[in-house]
């Protein structure tokens, strides 16, 4: 999932990616224009086009994007009518907040995609860590992610076992419930073994044993990440103060 | 070194102690092979000695363990004095990256760094696995996961090391990797070493002494004289009494020129061979040749990127694929997990759940039920999550075999079964046999593959380097699939 380790935005600091993950939000939340919208959206997306995501996850993202674009123009009946056939009546408001609602979808997601696919859970936890966050806490990013594939791969497992003894995975409400009865308790004896034997593993290396832990490769912030904190969040203020804070209105 | 006296271990909810009254005493420097059955307490006991028991599993304890005269509370109290390595060291890895994993112990113990880089190239150059440094613990193979397990463990130092059935999951060549890892330790370091396993296999010429539990006690204990080590058990599985025969009827699996790829990297190279009907293949080769690839190709889950497979009237070749549900009407897969594959809440309805789904003539599986009622002396009624390892992996085999499958594919069914639990799954294999069935088994066991196999299948990076009928191999031969890979 991550980046080439030569990619300049995976050098770093992950605490700065996550600043500016957040200050993007803010300003994200903060436009109302669809044209300034679309902007976004294409450097965006331009952005994410240099990280490889599974197909079928982008897929699903455009999908529901383009699901609250149209909610948006076929029940939003603000602004001027630009087509009117019957009931289905189309306007200028239902464009524009259908392309600002959906555009604030995509573009959080897609730079949501940027920092995990330019940031390795193991970095985050050092981060969190060496900036003082209390090591206990500071491992959990790097333990849970650490399982997804492995669970996802159980998971798969288990279906396939499914499968084998002649149960169908059809998609009905019917399916899911019975699906899910038959997944969940393999699926909670196996993490619940997984938990134990982890827990044994590093707490029998110490794990919790002293209020400190040395960091072999700590994560430092350097001058460069507060630069690069500061810069974008001088280019926050300015799109908030440029754009005229229409957002405030919703207040 | 240590010190154990009347211990005594009941897990939450078992009526039965799994450990009772065990008393021992190790001598710095010894290296224990402590030996039993499954549910034989070994792995408890050594749970209890690492304080894992009753800080992080909960059960009662009683008795006292002292290591270096002292007494433990905790798991991480201990750590810096005993370390245990746990049988399966995918589930013991806490970070991404090999170097990362081996500095944790030392990370915790707030080590200068200085101190902890010298422990992680010591660690990993006495595992012989200093090249590993920079790999992803994804990207090893199971020798290689085992090796680094063991250094992440050294590299706190530990005066104790306990290793728990380290070569359960691995081919013959990463046994020998381990073993040999192990034999460099108790030479150079004279660290205390304790390995559980369920056979003597080659730790027996490395060990200073035996040791062997039966239904949470003591029952045998030796040290090594000039005369040798008297060891219980013997090394070898039992042989088959009635021989399988080679099978030359006719093909109900036929593959050519089968090819899978997945992410630009080929699984499976050009595989062409024959399933005859009746046989008892042994699917064999090293972790990682393709073998479980191969099973899930045989039953649709996969779909191969080219060549043709046939399974009795299904096409499952590119392009011609069958559906996993249809195909499994008639062959039934037991995968590797026996915890994957239970969903149903009592013995009785696990082993219908297959017919069940396939709305098929139940009396086969009924069948199934009473003789498993019979065998193991557990009731229908009895959840399946509450068997042992070995009654879980027999249900597994029956609930996947009795819905009428004409051919059953069992991926590693062998791995962390003590003799006797393995010695019940050959009969069951025979006894699939003997009803007509064709079994394809993966399995690293050279003896069940000689002894109770019709056919052999040996692969290497995911091509066939060698298959035919189990008579006709020698024992050189056999000696040599594992040692020179391609025979």
């Not at chain 1, 798969?156 to 149960?167: E, I, K, L, S, W």
């Not at chain 2, 557990?378 to 027999?394: D, I």
């Amino acid at each position: 999932m991550s980046a080439e380790p030569d990619s300049s935005v995976r050098k770093l600091n992950p605490i700065s990616k996550a600043a500016l993950l957040a200050m993007f939000s803010v300003l994200v939340l903060f436009v109302t224009d669809p044209v300034q919208m679309c902007v976004i959206v294409a450097c965006v997306l331009i952005a994410k086009s240099q990280y490889k995501a599974r197909g079928i996850i982008t897929k699903g993202i455009f999908a529901f994007a383009a699901t609250i674009f149209l909610a948006q123009v076929i029940f939003n009946h603000s602004g001027e009518t630009v087509a009117d056939w019957n009931v289905f009546e189309v306007t200028t408001g239902g464009i524009a907040d259908g392309v600002t609602i959906a555009g604030k979808f995509l573009s959080l997601i897609m730079m949501s995609w940027v920092f995990v696919a330019t940031t390795t859970p193991t970095e985050l936890s050092s981060a969190l860590a060496t900036a003082g966050f209390p090591y206990r806490y500071a491992f959990l990013p790097a333990l849970s992610m650490r399982f997804v594939p492995v669970f996802r791969f159980e998971l798969a497992t288990v279906r396939d076992a499914q499968v084998t003894r002649g149960m169908r995975l059809d998609k009905s409400l019917k399916g899911i419930i019975r699906s899910a009865r038959y997944t969940t308790t393999p699926m909670l004896m196996t993490a619940m073994s997984r938990v134990n034997s982890l827990a044994a593993s590093m707490e029998g290396r110490g794990f919790g044993m002293s209020d400190k832990r040395t960091q072999l490769k700590p994560v430092k912030m350097t001058a460069f990440d507060l630069a690069f904190i500061l810069f974008s969040a001088t280019a926050v203020a300015l799109a908030y103060f440029v754009t005229g804070c229409p957002a405030l209105k919703i207040f | 070194m240590l010190d154990v006296k009347d211990l005594y271990v009941r897990y939450e909810n078992r009526s039965k102690p799994a450990v009772d009254g065990l008393t021992f005493h190790i001598d710095p420097g010894e290296f224990v092979l402590l030996m039993g059955g499954s549910a034989s307490g070994k792995s408890t006991a050594m749970q209890a000695v690492c304080s894992v028991i009753p800080g992080i599993v909960h059960a009662e304890k009683r008795g006292t363990v002292r290591i270096d005269g002292k007494e433990f509370q905790d798991a991480a109290s201990a750590s810096g004095v005993v370390c245990m390595v746990q049988q399966d060291p995918e589930t013991q890895f806490c970070t991404e990256i090999v170097e990362d994993e081996v500095a944790f112990g030392p990370e915790n113990f707030n080590m200068p760094r200085g101190t902890i880089r010298e422990a992680v190239d010591t660690s990993l150059a006495s595992v012989g696995a200093s090249h590993l440094a920079h790999r992803r613990l994804s990207t090893l193979s199971g020798g290689e996961k085992q090796k680094v397990a063991i250094a992440s463990m050294l590299a706190v130092r530990p005066r104790l090391l306990i290793l728990d059935e380290p070569t359960s999951n691995l081919d013959p060549r990463a046994v020998r990797d381990v073993v040999a890892v192990v034999d460099s330790l108790r030479r150079e370091t004279k660290m205390t070493i304790v390995v559980v396993e369920h056979r003597p296999g080659q730790f027996i010429d490395l060990a200073s002494r035996i040791m062997m539990m039966d239904k949470g006690r003591l029952e045998y204990d030796r040290v090594r004289t000039e005369d040798g080590l008297a060891c219980p058990l013997g090394r070898s599985a039992p042989k088959n009494r009635e021989p399988a025969a080679a099978s030359r009827s006719v093909a109900v699996v036929s593959a050519k020129e089968l090819t899978f790829d997945i992410g630009g990297a080929r699984i499976i190279d050009r595989l062409t061979f024959e399933l005859r009907e009746g046989s008892v293949t042994a699917l064999m080769g090293e972790n990682g040749a393709g073998k479980t690839t191969l099973l899930k190709i045989l039953t649709g889950l996969l779909e191969p990127s080219s060549g043709d497979v046939r399974v009795f009237r299904h096409g499952i070749g590119a392009g011609a694929r069958t559906e996993p549900w249809t195909i499994g009407k008639d062959v039934g897969f037991v995968f590797q997990n026996p915890n994957h594959q239970i969903f149903e809440r009592s013995v009785e309805s696990e082993i219908l759940f297959a017919s069940e789904n396939y709305q098929v003539d139940k009396g086969e599986a009924r069948g199934a039920v009473n003789e498993f009622e019979a065998s193991e002396e557990v009731m229908r009624f009895v959840h399946p999550h509450c068997l042992s390892f070995g009654q879980k992996r027999r249900v597994n085999i029956r609930s996947a075999s009795s819905h009428g499958p004409r051919l059953i594919l069992m991926d590693e069914p062998f791995a962390g079964q003590d003799e006797a639990n393995a010695g019940r799954i050959r009969e069951m294999v025979a006894g699939l046999r003997r009803q007509g069935k064709t079994t394809v088994v993966v399995t690293h066991d050279v003896a069940f593959a000689k002894d109770w196999c019709t056919d052999l299948i040996f692969m290497r990076q995911g091509r066939i380097a060698r298959s035919g009928p189990v008579a006709g191999l020698t024992d050189r031969e056999w000696d040599g699939l594992f040692s020179r890979g391609i025979p």
